[in-house]
């Protein structure tokens, strides 16, 4: 007999393992500057406690999966990104994807430019300026 619930799907599929030991791409769009900060530079080299954000993102990014890439689209003073992430994330599957049009287009833009380096299809997208918790 089927138990009937009143909601369409279930939230959570018993029969699949834990999405952790999986591969994920995340992918993190930091392409614009905040609003009123272009001075500051990128939000993803913002400090936050004395830490970058881009450095709580990998972290909790960390604690969350095991088997994991991420995907980081930047578009304002990339220069400045890259330099970063080759210095202090030599050990991290991270990569920047460069949006160069990132003034006159969208996230959408972004999400197509980092859709087409990724070879996944289990892809978690973030908005860039948050500040993420595993």
């Not at 999405?19 to 992918?27: E, L, N, P, Y």
């Not at 289990?122 to 948050?130: H, S």
């Amino acid at each position: 007999m089927r138990r009937r619930n009143r909601y369409i799907t279930s939230a959570v599929n018993e029969d699949e393992g834990k999405g952790s030991d999986s591969f994920i791409s995340v992918v993190l769009f930091s392409e614009n500057h905040g609003y009123r900060m272009k001075s500051y530079g990128p939000i993803s080299l913002m400090k936050i406690e004395g830490k970058t954000l881009i450095q709580r993102q990998v972290e909790a990014v960390k604690a969350t999966f095991k088997n994991f890439e991420i995907v980081l689209c930047s578009g304002f003073e990339t220069e400045k990104t890259v330099q970063f992430v080759k210095s202090n994330f030599a050990d991290v599957n991270l990569r920047v994807v460069e949006n160069q049009i990132h003034f006159n287009s969208n996230c959408c833009e972004s999400a197509r430019l980092c859709l087409h380096n990724i070879n996944n299809d289990k892809i978690l997208m973030c908005n860039g300026a948050l500040l993420l918790t595993p």
